[in-house]
């Protein structure tokens, strides 16, 4: 009789989960100096992303049975492509993944689910994130028509990435200089600069889970309904 440990178990989960995985193709791997944000081009050729009418991500497959949600900030159905930007400033599976990235490489990915995160009809669409939710929010921003619906806050820890986002994007999102750990005391003095209307004004949070959590509680404390804040929080 097989001895069933630990090893057998994690061998037998690892071959249920590679039936289940697609493959992708890197076209081009760019760094962002310094080198702590890295932008994927991807070929998917099985990836249905005509239906991609909500805010996506990815989960890739980092290392064995290790796997790590990406969101593609943009997307052509015609050519099965999109763009992920992975924030790698900290030590992680997913980090050491993306710096060894090159051209032509195949990666794998587990699936393709949706965040629930699609523009709602209001006057004001206010996306808040960080370097990890770089990806979520350009998507979104790419969503809102009218585009002068849309407006944001995107909290960059250096000063060469955002002077770099105002020279790669034509954005109405703002990079934040930030001046707290997780960067929700940063994104919520920009809010208050901004005079946001109470009334028809929806945030976005995508971002560090703890960001998230205390950038909601404060938009609350403004005054903010509940349902006019919706959140995507990620593990760092």
Same mark, same amino acid.
């Given at each position: 009789?097989?001895k069933f ?8 989960a690892g ?11 890197v076209?081009?791997?760019r760094y ?6 890295i932008?994927?081009?991807?070929h998917?050729?099985?990836a249905d ?12 497959k ?5 796997f790590?949600?990406?969101?593609p900030?943009g997307w052509?159905?015609e050519?099965s ?7 790698a400033? @900290?030590k ?5 993944w993306a ?6 490489d =195949? +990666?794998? #990915? $587990?699936?393709?689910?949706?965040t ?31 585009n ?16 770099l986002?105002?020279?790669y ?15 929700? @005391?940063?994104l ?5 600069q ?5 009334e028809? =004004? +929806?945030? #976005? $949070?995508a971002?560090?889970?703890i ?24 593990w760092?």
């Amino acid at each position: 009789m097989e001895k069933f440990n630990f090893k057998n178990i994690k061998r037998k989960a690892g071959k249920l989960f590679e039936n289940r995985l697609q493959a992708a193709r890197v076209l081009e791997v760019r760094y962002w100096e310094p080198s702590t944000l890295i932008e994927v081009d991807l070929h998917m050729p099985f990836a249905d992303i005509a239906k991609w009418d909500e805010v996506p991500y990815i989960k890739f497959k980092v290392d064995d049975l290790t796997f790590r949600d990406y969101t593609p900030s943009g997307w052509d159905a015609e050519t099965s492509t999109c763009t992920i930007y992975i924030d790698a400033a @900290h030590k992680g599976a997913g980090s050491t993944w993306a710096r060894q990235l090159e051209t032509g490489d =195949t +990666v794998s #990915y $587990l699936k393709i689910g949706s965040t629930y995160h699609k523009p709602v009809a209001t006057s004001a669409v206010v996306a808040l994130g960080d370097e990890s939710s770089m990806g979520h929010l350009l998507a979104l921003q790419k969503m809102v028509l009218p585009n002068t619906r849309f407006s944001g806050g995107l909290v960059i820890d250096n000063e060469h990435h955002r002077r770099l986002f105002h020279e790669y994007f034509w954005s109405p999102l703002e990079p934040v200089a930030r001046r707290d750990n997780f960067g929700h @005391h940063s994104l919520m003095e920009w809010v208050l600069q901004q005079h946001y209307s109470i009334e028809n =004004t +929806v945030f #976005y $949070l995508a971002g560090n889970n703890i960001m998230v959590t205390q950038l909601r509680k404060m938009l609350r404390q403004q005054g903010y309904p509940s349902g006019q804040i919706k959140v995507q929080g990620f593990w760092s």
